[in-house]
């Protein structure tokens, strides 16, 4: 699935179908080494799913968008939890960081689209107790 708003042809696809990870991105230089693949790191507590690596992310050069699209667990929800309750997080020098997301609950996938890089290299669907400054699309 491409991403809105941006030709088809300028954007590049990558996925990892056996962690349910794509991710699909418009830069001015992709190099040959980016790709996707499962992470070693460990997963945050509240993941419902596996963590993936962004091979190379950091060699991206001239960043226009970045589309994340994670499949994820909905039984590994919390009991009481929302289904939209979930998050793309990013594992950054600090933590794990939530991204502004949106999910699909009829194909169990949440997405999160930048104007950049992530802030970091692994990435992994969390449940995201809504703590955080942009926790205003669950009503939507």
Not at 18 to 46: I, T
Request: glycine letters at 6%.
């Amino acid at each position: 699935m491409a991403i809105p708003g941006y030709d088809s042809s300028s954007v590049s696809e990558y996925a990892l179908e056996s962690a349910g990870a794509r991710v699909d991105l418009v830069a001015g230089v992709v190099p040959d080494a980016f790709g996707l693949e499962k992470s070693v790191s460990e997963p945050p507590a509240d993941s419902l799913a596996d963590p993936v690596d962004l091979v190379a992310c950091e060699d991206l050069k001239a960043v226009e968008a970045v589309r994340i699209a994670l499949v994820y667990d909905p039984s590994k929800l919390p009991p009481g939890a929302s289904p939209t309750d979930v998050t793309v997080a990013v594992e950054t020098d600090e933590g794990w960081e939530p991204l502004y997301s949106t999910v699909d609950l009829e194909e169990t996938t949440v997405t999160a689209v930048l104007n950049d890089r992530p802030p970091g290299s692994t990435i992994v669907a969390a449940h995201d107790e809504g703590e955080g400054e942009e926790s205003d699309d669950a009503s939507a």
